[in-house]
């Protein structure tokens, strides 16, 4: 993204590395220069710092939502939903149509049966641990055979739902989040009472946002008689994918669209972009101020240095060495701020928040991931920063005349 912003101005950076590699550029002095006026290099390379770090978090932030999604398909599995239904909890598949669904051959199985599960998807407001409130969640009825096909989720306390009692199993990094959902604990929903018996992790999947039970129990509840919200089957491999999906398209008797999981996650990842879009705004906000400190820093080291800027041109630096000069100044000033933010962003790495699906408006838990490629970005964006702050200071001092220079 950040990197399409460099290319109207290459032929300008081309000819700052072309001077700074075949023409006298006093880039030592420069360097010197940077760390002589302490008080407004520190403040311009915190500004910078500050809008670096912003600016990487919030990419991480929408990163580690797609994430979440990404993490929650199977390349060999595939769910069936009602024709134009973009999420389960907008869709409906009879159970007449799940037991046709069933006799497809190329479904696998394994030692317990089918890998076929018919799942309902409900929301549930939840409160908040802290009492701030509360958030809706998304309750999924599966069956046995669901828990088994989610291979990244695993149970690490208690035990699994069993059918006709009432029970849930909830993630563990909803503990902490939300009221009630403890070991023991219950939940009120569908004028039933649910005893918490489980806890699960969903390796930073969608699934980390979700409270399971047994589907069964939840059609009762939600009187939700003959009608699911999803299909999800895994196929004998990923290669049988196609031909699956095919097949669900063609048969005039179901009538439902089958999509690959790691297509119908990516779909859903799109929650982080408001998310993203709503800093990008904050951090565009951030930029000026950041761009008009990095100005305000070389005017002033402009101002404070016209008799070394005489000195320069008398002994015979050009106009546009000393224009190259004062660029690369702004250019380390402000790199130094994104490199600082860069590593302050490294403090955000891992932790976990949880935003709001635009399409679903249920909770949905993610963590920060701050990557090399994020970091870099920051850092470029920086470089942009110095180009944009330090060009009018830098042509200023290019301008300067030698006799005004000299009397300082």
Known sequence: MIGWLFVPLAPYLLWLLHAALFHPVPLAYNWRSIWVRKAGTLSTVGAI?????????????????SRAYVRSGRDDQVIILRQNARVE????????????????PLIARDAQGPLLTEDIIVSKQLPLADGSGSLTVTVRGTTRAGARMRSQVTLVAGRWFRPGLSEAVVPRRMQNRYAGVDLGGTIAMGGRTWTVVGVFDGSGSVYDSEVWTDVADLRQAYRRYGVDSSVAVRL????????????????????????????????????????????QIITAILTVGAIFAA??????????RTSEIGTLRAIGFKRREILASFQWEAILLTALGGLLGASLALLFNGTRSGGVNMTTWSDVSYAFAITPGLMAQGVAFSIL?????????????????????MRG
Request: no cysteine; hydrophobic share 55%; aromatic share 6%.
């Open 236 to 279: 004998r491999s990923a290669e049988d994918v196609p031909a699956f999906v095919r097949d669900m398209e063609r048969d005039v008797r179901l009538k439902l669209e089958a999509k690959p999981e790691p297509a119908y996650f990516a779909d859903l990842g799109d929650a982080g972009r408001p998310m993203q879009v709503l800093g």
């Open 49 to 65: 710092a500050i809008v670096v770090m912003i600016f990487v978090v919030v990419l991480s932030m929408a990163q580690g939502v």
């Open 295 to 304: 100005m305000n820093t070389m005017y002033a080291a402009v101002a404070g």
């Open 385 to 405: 920063m110095g180009l944009a702050g330090g060009f009018l200071p830098a042509w200023r001092a290019s301008r300067i005349p030698v006799t005004e220079a």
């Open 89 to 104: 909890m907008m869709s409906s598949v009879t159970l007449a149509q799940a037991r046709l669904i069933a006799t497809h």
